[in-house]
């Protein structure tokens, strides 16, 4: 159900310094210095209700991205309330609480450190009221999205009461925490939208059936919260401002919903934003989504209301920001993802030094490492990002020489942190570009973000005065000539062809040659899906765009399982508009003319599979890691690293590159 973009930034830059980003505003009793807000989005970096590690964590990245007048507005601190269950019940799924945060024993005193730590450097914060619907709860037995089949106990007229005093309770102690504001969540599958949307709430008594009755909870919510709190803070509502099921609210109604909930007068502003947690569009919307595609949903809501409109959404960059608020679509901008890729996005705008800003990309490695692989934290293009709380990147002492043999995104991030260390590095790339495997990532459809971060890179390799010497495809000699101190070799890795029956025919092509436009498959194409990742969907999606008949064979029982639900959603919603078909379970075992030969993962049942014109592998790759093996027993200092110590994806690169320069240049202090 996604909308078509008409709300495509201008192509060129907003002149600096950007003056409607920069305008002051006051928001509820905040007087804010700019518009930009920075919404939750920290948890997997620290969690600030974990330990006091973590919450420093958390809390040290805050302060980076609004010291020297960046960010006016955290709002940041997404708080679970605690949750009403009988003894011995527990709840299931994700966001699924019982506790909550606020009835933790250190919760005034996390927040009170959060929040005077941001006040010292003239920042707003207000904590966000959050509790997910269907765990257990719900308006009525009816489920919200057909990816949770969990069925939700109706709450009682004591259950709403009990969480009105919950609310109210939590507003308190967040008061205690000396918050600004507090805003309570309304969308995304909390509980609050649950009684809103047409979709979930069927029931018949004062909370159910009109516009007005729907809204009863929030309303009731709302007014417990200001008995508690006043006017001594701000008070605000995150909205969906449509919903993704049919069933659902639509943009009309959504506005209808702001517009009475402001005629109560409990409310200082209103957060709008588009989105499922599941589906498409996700609400942590990814590179399919165009910058701000959705702001102009939100601004039917802000000719609506007479309040300040907040926009979250794919607000990548500054120019992005301005748009957004000269078109009149927000009176101020959400930027989470913008902020973990470039902590000095703000000052590198207000500076006119727009250039230097470090593009996100939207591949949402941010959010599935964390909550699909349960690894740390990492963002893709900056793995710096969470290392904030160790202090200012470490300078070495002497100038070792580094030659970094590979110019791929673990090459390229490696010679960049090694430079800005110190140390003097000279970058080999066998090809007449940069990019390694990117390369090939670029050419598929809506990966431009990819594009932006590669040319970041190369001005980033060029301004430190790294030697990076093209079309220099580097032997063990060659690499000895040059005198290093340290090598890293980082020479990627090559196709891997799967041992098939048929594989090398001539109808059979490689992911990378497909997507170079080496390779032209016929109409009806089979894809072999050997990648966990976005691989295969993004060679589908490729070929799909291009008109040709696309089956996806995976041996697994789902798509790309290391996608987490923030972005598959989108690509399989592009790949099923354009009727790109799938077979799950099912190995590939057989190439044949016109056929593929399967067999079942599990039952072993063979079958045959066509007729296709053309097959595709997207089947990972192989190391290529030649020369680390006839390097290392020379030197005495070899490294490998990226893929070609093991293919893996452009966020194990770049970690894996700050890890050793840090050890590279800490060694030289």
Same mark, same amino acid.
């Given at each position: 159900?996604?909308?078509?973009?008409?709300?495509?930034?201008?192509?060129?830059?907003?002149?600096?310094?950007?003056?409607?980003?920069?305008?002051?505003?006051?928001?509820?009793?905040?007087?804010?210095?700019?518009?930009?807000?920075?919404?939750?989005?920290?948890?997997?970096?620290?969690?600030?209700?974990?330990?006091?590690?973590?919450?420093?964590?958390?809390?040290?990245?805050? %302060?980076?991205?609004?010291?020297?007048?960046?960010?006016?507005?955290?709002?940041?601190?997404?708080?679970?309330?605690?949750?009403?269950?009988?003894?011995?019940?527990?709840?299931?799924?994700?966001?699924?609480?019982?506790?909550?945060?606020?009835?933790?024993?250190?919760?005034?005193?996390?927040?009170?450190?959060?929040?005077?730590?941001?006040?010292?450097?003239?920042?707003?914060?207000?904590?966000?009221? %959050?509790?997910?619907?269907?765990?257990?709860?719900?308006?009525?037995?009816?489920?919200?999205?057909?990816?949770?089949? $969990?069925?939700?106990?109706?709450?009682?007229?004591?259950?709403?009461?009990?969480?009105?005093?919950?609310?109210?309770?939590?507003?308190?102690?967040?008061?205690?925490?000396?918050?600004?504001?507090?805003?309570?969540?309304?969308?995304?599958?909390?509980?609050?939208?649950?009684?809103?949307?047409?979709?979930?709430?069927?029931?018949?008594?004062?909370?159910?059936?009109?516009?007005?009755?729907?809204?009863?909870?929030?309303?009731?919510?709302?007014?417990?919260?200001?008995?508690?709190?006043?006017?001594?803070?701000? %008070?605000?509502?995150?909205?969906? +401002?449509?919903?993704?099921?049919?069933?659902?609210?639509?943009?009309?109604?959504? /506005?209808?919903?702001?517009?009475?909930?402001?005629?109560? &007068?409990?409310?200082?502003?209103?957060?709008?934003?588009?989105?499922?947690?599941?589906?498409?569009?996700?609400?942590?919307?990814?590179?399919?989504?165009?910058?701000?595609?959705?702001?102009?949903?939100?601004?039917?809501?802000?000719?609506?209301?007479?309040?300040?409109?907040?926009?979250?959404?794919?607000?990548?960059?500054?120019?992005?920001?301005?748009?957004?608020?000269?078109?009149?679509?927000?009176?101020?901008?959400?930027?989470?993802?913008?902020?973990?890729?470039?902590?000095?996005?703000?000052?590198?705008?207000?500076?006119?030094?727009?250039?230097?800003?470090?593009?996100?990309?939207?591949?949402?490695?941010?959010?599935?490492?964390?909550?699909?692989?349960?690894?740390?934290? &990492?963002?893709?293009?900056?793995?710096?990002?969470?290392?904030?709380?160790?202090?200012?990147?470490? !300078?070495?002492?002497?100038?070792?020489?580094?030659?970094?043999?590979?110019?791929?995104?673990?090459?390229?991030?490696?010679?960049?942190?090694?430079?800005?260390?110190?140390?003097?590095?000279?970058?080999?790339?066998?090809?007449?570009? $940069?990019?390694?495997?990117?390369?090939?990532?670029?050419?598929?459809?809506?990966?431009?973000?990819?594009?932006?971060?590669?040319?970041?890179?190369?001005?980033?390799?060029?301004?430190?005065?790294?030697?990076?010497?093209?079309?220099?495809?580097?032997?063990?000699?060659?690499?000895?000539?040059?005198?290093?101190?340290?090598?890293?070799?980082?020479?990627?890795?090559?196709?891997?062809?799967?041992?098939?029956?048929?594989?090398?025919? &001539?109808?059979?092509?490689?992911?990378?040659?497909?997507?170079?436009?080496?390779?032209?498959?016929?109409?009806?194409?089979?894809?072999?899906?050997?990648?966990?990742? /976005?691989?295969?969907?993004?060679?589908?999606?490729?070929?799909?765009?291009?008109?040709?008949?696309?089956?996806?064979?995976?041996?697994?029982?789902?798509?790309?399982?290391?996608? &987490? !639900?923030?972005? +598959?959603?989108?690509?399989?919603?592009?790949?099923?508009?354009?009727?790109?078909?799938?077979?799950?379970?099912?190995?590939?075992?057989?190439?044949?003319?016109?056929?593929?030969?399967?067999?079942?993962?599990?039952?072993?049942?063979?079958?045959?599979?066509?007729?296709?014109?053309?097959?595709?592998?997207?089947?990972?790759?192989?190391?290529?890691?030649?020369?680390?093996?006839?390097?290392?027993?020379?030197?005495?200092? /070899?490294?490998?690293?990226?893929?070609?110590?093991?293919?893996?994806?452009?966020?194990?690169?770049?970690?894996?590159?700050?890890?050793?320069?840090?050890?590279? %240049?800490?060694?030289?202090?």
């Amino acid at each position: 159900m996604t909308a078509p973009s008409t709300a495509t930034p201008p192509s060129g830059p907003a002149t600096p310094p950007y003056p409607r980003l920069f305008s002051p505003i006051d928001v509820g009793t905040m007087r804010l210095r700019n518009r930009v807000v920075l919404p939750p989005h920290a948890s997997a970096i620290g969690n600030v209700y974990g330990t006091e590690e973590e919450a420093a964590r958390n809390i040290a990245y805050f %302060v980076d991205r609004c010291r020297d007048g960046g960010a006016g507005w955290v709002s940041s601190l997404s708080t679970h309330v605690a949750n009403t269950l009988i003894p011995g019940f527990e709840p299931t799924g994700v966001g699924a609480a019982t506790t909550g945060f606020f009835r933790l024993p250190f919760f005034v005193e996390r927040v009170q450190q959060f929040c005077d730590s941001l006040h010292a450097l003239g920042t707003s914060v207000s904590v966000q009221m %959050v509790h997910q619907g269907g765990m257990p709860h719900g308006a009525s037995a009816v489920m919200s999205a057909p990816t949770i089949n $969990l069925v939700p106990h109706v709450m009682t007229r004591a259950d709403i009461e009990a969480f009105v005093r919950e609310y109210a309770e939590s507003a308190r102690l967040s008061q205690a925490g000396r918050a600004d504001g507090v805003e309570l969540h309304l969308n995304h599958d909390d509980l609050h939208e649950w009684f809103l949307s047409p979709l979930t709430n069927h029931r018949e008594d004062a909370y159910g059936g009109s516009l007005e009755n729907r809204c009863r909870f929030s309303v009731e919510t709302l007014r417990a919260i200001r008995e508690v709190v006043g006017d001594t803070m701000t %008070v605000g509502v995150r909205l969906n +401002v449509r919903e993704e099921v049919p069933g659902g609210y639509g943009v009309d109604e959504g /506005v209808e919903i702001a517009q009475y909930l402001e005629s109560t &007068g409990l409310i200082d502003y209103v957060h709008g934003v588009v989105g499922s947690p599941w589906g498409n569009p996700s609400y942590i919307q990814p590179t399919y989504v165009a910058p701000a595609q959705f702001a102009p949903l939100v601004g039917e809501l802000r000719k609506g209301v007479g309040l300040p409109v907040v926009y979250t959404g794919r607000v990548t960059d500054p120019d992005v920001a301005e748009h957004v608020l000269a078109a009149g679509h927000a009176d101020l901008v959400g930027m989470a993802r913008a902020h973990i890729a470039d902590g000095d996005l703000l000052r590198k705008a207000r500076a006119g030094r727009t250039a230097e800003i470090r593009p996100c990309v939207g591949g949402n490695e941010c959010i599935s490492r964390r909550y699909v692989e349960g690894l740390p934290f &990492g963002c893709a293009v900056n793995p710096t990002t969470s290392h904030e709380v160790e202090g200012p990147w470490p !300078r070495a002492a002497s100038r070792r020489r580094l030659v970094v043999v590979g110019g791929g995104p673990a090459g390229m991030e490696l010679a960049a942190l090694a430079a800005e260390g110190g140390l003097s590095v000279t970058l080999l790339e066998a090809e007449d570009e $940069l990019g390694g495997q990117l390369r090939y990532v670029v050419r598929a459809p809506r990966h431009e973000g990819y594009t932006q971060y590669l040319d970041w890179q190369r001005r980033r390799l060029t301004a430190l005065a790294v030697d990076v010497r093209t079309g220099c495809r580097a032997t063990a000699g060659d690499v000895r000539a040059l005198g290093p101190d340290v090598v890293a070799v980082a020479t990627g890795a090559g196709p891997r062809t799967p041992a098939i029956d048929g594989v090398t025919a &001539g109808h059979v092509h490689d992911v990378r040659d497909v997507l170079a436009g080496r390779a032209a498959p016929g109409r009806r194409v089979a894809v072999v899906a050997q990648d966990d990742h /976005v691989a295969p969907l993004s060679v589908a999606d490729s070929l799909a765009e291009r008109g040709c008949e696309v089956t996806v064979v995976y041996a697994t029982a789902q798509p790309a399982p290391l996608l &987490g !639900r923030y972005i +598959v959603g989108a690509i399989l919603g592009r790949l099923d508009a354009r009727d790109v078909r799938f077979r799950f379970m099912e190995e590939v075992v057989g190439i044949g003319r016109t056929t593929i030969t399967t067999r079942n993962v599990y039952s072993g049942v063979v079958r045959t599979v066509g007729e296709f014109d053309s097959v595709v592998l997207a089947c990972g790759s192989v190391s290529d890691s030649g020369l680390y093996d006839e390097l290392a027993p020379e030197l005495p200092e /070899v490294h490998v690293l990226g893929d070609a110590y093991a293919p893996r994806r452009l966020v194990f690169a770049t970690r894996q590159a700050h890890a050793l320069a840090q050890e590279l %240049v800490t060694a030289a202090a």
